[in-house]
């Protein structure tokens, strides 16, 4: 069994993407943090649970995991924003074994002050090792994400 300090997951796994766990202060075990971001305690404000997080003009975290060409993944989440100009996305970025960017899947939704789900479906194409789950918040927006899931639809 992996320690609960291990980052490796089963091929297509996405892990804490609630963001409940937190070794680290300030960080969701899993992710790793680019800029703006804060992992935010409120059990009232959360979807579900006690955290969620909150990026801000800019920030963005991703989490890796392997994956197989031919595989059909959904990414989902539930998201708001601080206002309406506030705007944010989540992408699957696909990566070869040197992480050059293969591919991106972007979903940009019109968020509002409200949580919703947003999800999409994209097949792994050829010559793809990993996939970094992305969120990201636009530059002077700020937008909260909870309960972040990645299912494996098919695989070979």
Known sequence: E??????MVKKGELKNGGFEKSILPGIADGWRPNG?????????????GAHFMRLKNGGWLNFATQVDQGMILNLSAYIKSENENSSGFLKIVFKDQGQKTVKTQQI??????????????????????????????????????????????TSN
């Not at 992996?2 to 980052?7: E, G, I, Y």
């Not at 305690?41 to 579900?48: I, S």
């Open 2 to 7: 992996l320690s609960p300090l291990s980052s």
């Open 36 to 48: 703006a971001n804060e992992l935010i305690k409120n059990e009232y404000e959360a979807f579900t």
């Open 108 to 153: 940009r939704p019109d968020t509002s002050k409200e949580w919703e789900l947003y999800s999409a479906s994209v097949t792994v194409p050829e010559g793809v090792w990993s996939a970094w789950i992305v969120i990201e918040a636009d530059e002077n927006s700020v937008v909260d994400f909870d309960d972040l899931s990645l299912k494996v639809l």
